[in-house]
């Protein structure tokens, strides 16, 4: 069996709810794999970085709890998000314990992920390295991956720039192995629509921190079902590599918008304003969320949808 079917056989959707920093937590997470999901957190979420050994010993015993409770559920693998650039000081601190706990699924991002590769291997886990472009997916390949992410234009966190359909079309013409597409994917229409395109799974992020079980202020949730596409703002401001952050958090934090948006780059007074914790991210697919549903619900919908959006094509031939 393939490294897709057997992960795809742990599944109830084709679906993995993306790490997000200061979103996911081991509640969402736990929920999200008990409904046959992957959860995922990015190991920076953790501070101080021992207590990701604490994290990772709630996730892996709640999972193990489940199944044998519950032996004939469909319980997804988690998976935990290392960034590998040489920049990440705690890389190796993480790995060690994402060793330790034999995680089962570890995504990768910015860099190359070759070493962490071979490690993850060693115990059967699999590894899967997210991109925004062509040559990174190339990259990726060479160290070895079992799987691609596709982040698109769009996405939540540091979205890409490049269209979906153009660039999953260009990374399947030279892997034929697992792919993930991520960007604005909110419902199971958007599912289909990205298995049509040749992924096999979708990432989605921003839909998931509309549900009861995302430990984010309220306000938060609210705001995403308030907000449409053009209240997303593509900024480097912040953090100095584009993300994508939700309108009204910026004005709440009192951060000028004119001068964000302006020709201009204007130097702005942030005080204490701090990026992710005051300012929030989101991707373009926020028009599309209009409730904070469990994430059993959520997964139940995305369900109904997927099934509709499999037995009706639009046009007959
Ligand atoms: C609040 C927020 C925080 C994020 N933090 C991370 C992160 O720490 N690491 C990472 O690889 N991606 C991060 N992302 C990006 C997601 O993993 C994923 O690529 C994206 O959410 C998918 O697009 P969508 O939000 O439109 O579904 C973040 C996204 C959001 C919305």
Redo the contacts with the bound molecule.
């Keep these: 069996m393939s490294s897709t079917d057997t992960l795809k056989s742990q599944l109830s959707l084709p679906v993995i709810c993306?790490?997000?920093?200061?979103?996911s937590t081991p509640r969402l997470v736990i929920e999200c794999c008990k409904n046959g999901v992957v959860g995922s957190f990015?190991a920076?979420?953790i501070r101080p970085q021992k207590k990701l050994d604490e994290w990772l010993t709630e996730v892996s015993t709640s999972l193990e709890q489940y199944k044998q409770d519950n032996p004939n559920a469909k319980v997804a693998p988690f998976a935990v998000?290392q960034?590998v650039h040489p920049s990440n000081s705690r890389l190796m601190a993480d790995h060690a314990l994402i060793k330790k706990h034999k995680v089962p699924f570890v995504?990768t991002?910015q860099g190359n992920p070759s070493d962490i590769v071979k490690d993850v291997h060693s115990w059967g886990g699999i590894v899967f390295h997210?991109v925004i472009k062509t040559q990174h997916a190339k990259k990726a390949i060479e160290a070895g991956v079992d799987g691609i992410?596709v982040?698109a234009a769009?996405?939540?966190?540091?979205?890409g720039t490049l269209n979906p359909f153009a660039l999953i079309r260009e990374i399947r013409a030279f892997w034929d192995g697992p792919l993930a597409l991520?960007?604005?994917?909110?419902d199971g229409q958007g599912i289909r629509a990205a298995e049509v395109l040749g992924a096999d799974y979708v990432?989605?992020?921003?839909?998931f921190?509309a549900t009861q079980e995302a430990q984010v202020p309220n306000e938060y949730k609210a705001m995403l079902i308030k907000s449409q596409i053009e209240d997303i703002i593509y900024s480097d401001y912040f953090t100095g590599v584009h993300a994508?952050y939700l309108k009204d958090s910026l004005i709440q934090a009192g951060i000028d918008i004119s001068a964000l948006t302006g020709k201009d780059k204007v130097d702005l007074d942030l005080g204490n304003t701090n990026s992710?914790k005051d300012i929030?991210?989101?991707?373009?697919?926020v028009g599309g969320i209009q409730d904070v549903p469990s994430v059993a619900e959520l997964v139940a919908s995305l369900i109904k949808e997927y099934r509709i959006a499999c037995d009706t094509p639009a046009f007959s031939l």
């Design positions: 993306a790490p997000m920093f200061l979103v990015p920076l979420n998000n960034v995504i991002s997210d992410i982040v769009g996405a939540g966190g540091h979205g991520a960007g604005a994917i909110n990432y989605m992020g921003t839909r921190i994508n992710w929030w991210s989101a991707g373009h697919g």
